[in-house]
């Protein structure tokens, strides 16, 4: 099925012996090759000042529209604006600079776009390897420093999860092939090039659908524990091979991406960082869009509100947990973060919102990039969409801080930041009681199915947390007795709820003011007729404090009969998806309304 690995690997030899002696690879006039002796992982952040992404652009793939690999007879630049952004020019990485950026991240899909893994042959087609090269050429001639990665790239990483040991197996050793000869042609440029072994595929990607690049059904078959050890090995792998390249890959900063670059499973002391030949001299890469009902709402009218004192302490104290990789050496790095727009219309709060976030990057002592689509920066027009961002931004570069000691730049954020705090509102909404920790409060979490919609998800009650144009209605629970919730997705932009991602009843602080009681659903009407479940809904806890009844939640498999509870008989017929998906209406809920009793088991 992969053809002959020793042919293969002859053929990957010859390929890499004539990219080291191809006069492409001179390097940019911006680029000295020269290699900072004693300079660390954790004070190179503090000199790549604020960064963006090249997004959407080299990273660009569609398998399915022009095949896979270099070798179809397309350009590379045909990949590059495949995604809806213009060829790259210096001009536009001259213009970055000038806007405050000093670092650019260029994502970049190289199995889909440049080879023909499908066919076992994972050899990077040159003239791909080229244009990446004259890219960040434009980036060092204009000073900045360059991150290159393997970016989502169709999917190839889910043959790491594949029940296989064929596909695994060459999975790893694409990986590895992929890096060396990325290695090799980059290799005499100087440690303002960065290589990050991935995206966000590292361990929470395992399982993505790989169909494409091979004949195998792909299925995970991994526990959580196993794919912390997989990312720890392929993390471990990338360092291993591109040190095993030798000359400035000796000694290059790498950027590992943490797992699924999620802080909270990357904190995990599962995931480890890999050991490393070179002294002080890695990096570890997370992304940061919380709450995404708020930075990845598909309109400015359906996003979230953000910007309570509450919103600023859950940044605050997320972004605080990278602090344990500082204090072990090693550079942190936020990959991707923003409250993105659509097209160039902010979001209400925006500037707040990134105005906080780099707050807490020069309090934390992180470097970060900004992911941009021409949304902030718009290249075809070399500037900043956005006069007040365009401000920002000029003033948060390494020129702006010149000078300033590491502890003077940490004090003025930490101020900024208190400054803040001290102005930003309790809530925005009126018609509603806070829960606090005395009161018990009722509401229908929601994500609509295309993500759009979203209301107070998770186990904290978060009545700010809902869309534009959404109305919701909360009950404070004050006794045994019969209650409704709802919510009306007339006001919103589209008028309705495309289908569910997940839904749940929840009741704030349930489990520590009313221990024992239970969820009985009485009646439940969408679009304002009576809906009869599919299944049982039962009773349960995730965090001991909430109560939360399961209207639809795909990533529960299973009752857990342990913790389930009912009000009448056993948990036969349960189940974590009630609302069944197919019946009709489901793919435009205008109203949603919940009847439930609540009270002790009978």
């Not at 303002?192 to 595929?201: D, H, K, P, V, W």
């Not at 699924?260 to 002080?280: H, L, S, V, W, Y």
């Not at 009741?507 to 009681?517: S, V, Y």
Request: hydrophobic share 35%.
């Amino acid at each position: 099925m992969f053809g002959n690995g020793r042919m293969l690997r002859l053929l990957l030899c010859l390929t890499l012996a004539v990219l080291m002696v191809c006069p492409a690879l001179s390097l940019a006039e911006g680029d000295d090759g020269v290699m900072r002796e004693g300079l660390t992982a954790v004070e190179l952040t503090r000199l790549m000042g604020n960064g963006t992404n090249l997004g959407n652009t080299m990273e660009a793939c569609d398998a399915r529209k022009f095949g896979l690999g270099g070798n179809t007879g397309k350009e590379p630049t045909a990949y590059e604006v495949g995604w809806g952004q213009p060829v790259t020019t210096q001009e536009m990485l001259y213009g970055l600079k000038e806007a405050g950026f000093d670092t650019i991240r260029i994502p970049v899909a190289w199995m889909t776009n440049a080879s023909h893994l499908d066919k076992g042959d994972y050899t990077l087609d040159e003239p791909y390897l080229a244009r990446v090269k004259e890219i960040v050429d434009y980036a060092r001639n204009a000073g900045m420093y360059v991150i290159i990665n393997d970016h989502w790239d169709g999917g190839w990483w889910g043959m790491f999860g594949s029940e296989k040991a064929e596909t695994r197996a060459l999975a790893m050793e694409a990986y590895k092939g992929m890096w060396q000869q990325i290695a090799e042609y980059f290799k005499d440029y100087s440690d303002y090039l960065i290589f990050e072994g991935a995206n966000e595929e590292i361990g929470a990607r395992f399982d993505e659908d790989s169909a494409l690049y091979c004949n195998d059904s792909v299925v995970s078959y991994l526990s959580d524990n196993e794919r912390y050890a997989l990312a720890n090995e392929v993390n471990q792998a990338f360092v291993d091979t591109v040190r095993a390249t030798g000359g400035n890959n000796a000694n290059r900063f790498l950027l590992i991406p943490g797992y699924g670059t999620n802080i909270e499973q990357t904190c995990d002391n599962r995931f480890k960082m890999p050991t490393d030949t070179a002294e002080d001299k890695l990096l570890i890469s997370v992304h940061y869009y919380d709450p995404w009902s708020y930075c990845g709402a598909e309109s400015v009218s359906g996003a979230t509100a953000w910007g309570t004192k509450k919103d600023y302490e859950a940044m605050d104290k997320m972004l605080s947990r990278m602090q344990k990789f500082v204090k072990q050496g090693y550079g942190v790095v936020i990959g991707e973060y923003g409250a993105l727009p659509i097209g160039t219309e902010l979001k209400a709060n925006t500037l707040n919102y990134h105005t906080r976030f780099l707050d807490n990057c020069d309090y934390y002592d992180y470097t970060s990039c900004l992911w941009d689509c021409s949304g902030f920066y718009v290249r075809k027009e070399l500037k900043m969409s956005d006069e007040e961002m365009a401000k920002l931004y000029a003033g948060r570069n390494v020129a702006s801080e010149e000078g300033k000691a590491l502890e003077e730049v940490q004090q003025a954020a930490k101020e900024n930041m208190d400054a803040m705090l001290s102005e930003a509102p309790d809530t925005f909404r009126t018609d509603v009681v806070a829960a606090g920790t005395d009161k018990a409060v009722a509401w229908i979490m929601w994500s609509d199915g295309s993500w759009a919609y979203s209301y107070s998800v998770g186990d904290e009650y978060q009545p700010d947390s809902i869309s534009g144009g959404l109305v919701a209605t909360d009950v404070v629970i004050d006794g045994e007795g019969t209650y409704k919730v709802a919510l009306d997705f007339t006001g919103t932009d589209k008028g309705y709820s495309a289908s569910i991602a997940f839904a749940a009843l929840g009741i704030a602080n349930g489990e520590t003011l009313h221990p024992g009681w239970v969820v009985d659903i009485t009646e439940c009407k969408i679009n304002g007729e009576v809906y009869r479940f599919k299944g049982r809904p039962y009773t349960t806890s995730d965090n001991g404090i909430c109560t939360r009844v399961n209207l639809y939640n795909s990533w529960v498999t299973k009752v857990p009969r342990e913790s389930a509870r009912v009000r009448y008989g056993d948990l036969t017929g349960t189940t974590p998806t009630p609302i069944d998906l197919n019946s009709a209406g489901m793919d435009q809920i205008k109203t949603i309304e919940i009847t439930f009793w609540y009270g002790l088991r009978k």
